[in-house]
């Protein structure tokens, strides 16, 4: 099975079983950590070892992301059923785990904490691992542009949670560039310059493979989101390849 097929394992299956106990919200602490508490009772967490000693990485992971995501629907003012159904595919949540995801991701839209307080705890829990922040945003990329489109209020969204991620201008358009299509793309989706010649694409390209390749996910032990969402941006870094070779007519 081909790395763009691969189906994460379902949300419940290893990482959380059913989520709860304040506990967890405890260990993770912040605005998270107090969202992850606003849902005890609803779910367990399931991990392997102590569940109350280091602060649980891949929960802060998959809570930040489905933070961010309902916070960006709230933010156009509609939640479509194409966002929902995108939701689903980048975090992949099995039946038994469904109610309690689902009002976790209610309680985010409504509470009064922004989004910059769920992004900011993000950027500081993963800022020695941007690979991973580039991974969160590349998953609400998914979900915003599920309708055939990023529109603007997303965009702007986008554009400042990357900006808190620690990403410049550059960085944001190369990550965009593997969604939407810009000026320069497919070269912006590889971060290249158009005149770049054709031993520096190839390298480029083996570069980016081997960075964002979803196994090097697996083998440090990420949450499925984060394996799902480095299997789709392995496609869209082969796919902006293959319009390059196509170009220029490379073997």
Excluded: C
Excluded at 1 to 17: A, F, I, K, V
Excluded at 223 to 231: D, G, K, L, Q
């Amino acid at each position: 099975m081909s790395d763009e097929n691969r189906t994460p394992p379902p949300l419940g299956s290893g990482l959380w079983g059913k989520l709860g106990g304040a506990g967890i919200g405890l260990a993770v602490g912040g605005p998270l950590g107090a969202l992850i508490g606003g849902v005890a009772g609803h779910f367990l967490v399931d991990r392997v070892g102590a569940p109350f000693g280091p602060t649980p990485r891949d929960v802060i992971f998959t809570t930040g992301l489905v933070a961010l995501a309902a916070k960006m629907a709230k933010s156009d003012g509609v939640v479509l059923p194409s966002e929902i159904e995108a939701f689903g595919r980048v975090v992949h949540v099995e039946p038994a785990a469904q109610a309690g995801v689902t009002r976790l991701f209610d309680l985010a839209k409504r509470t009064t904490d922004g989004y910059e307080a769920y992004a900011h705890q993000l950027a500081t829990t993963f800022g020695d691992e941007p690979a991973l922040l580039e991974d969160a945003l590349d998953g609400l990329f998914q979900i915003a542009g599920a309708d055939g489109a990023i529109h603007e209020a997303e965009e702007r969204y986008l554009r400042s949670v990357s900006a808190i991620f620690g990403f410049d201008d550059a960085d944001f358009r190369r990550i965009a560039a593997r969604h939407v299509r810009l000026k320069d793309d497919p070269y912006q989706a590889l971060g290249l310059d158009r005149d770049a010649d054709d031993a520096t694409v190839k390298a480029r390209h083996r570069s980016l493979v081997s960075e964002h390749h979803p196994d090097r996910a697996l083998a440090r032990g990420l949450p499925p989101e984060a394996v799902a969402i480095a299997s789709q941006r392995l496609a869209a870094i082969n796919a902006a390849y293959d319009l390059i070779v196509a170009e220029r007519g490379l073997r």
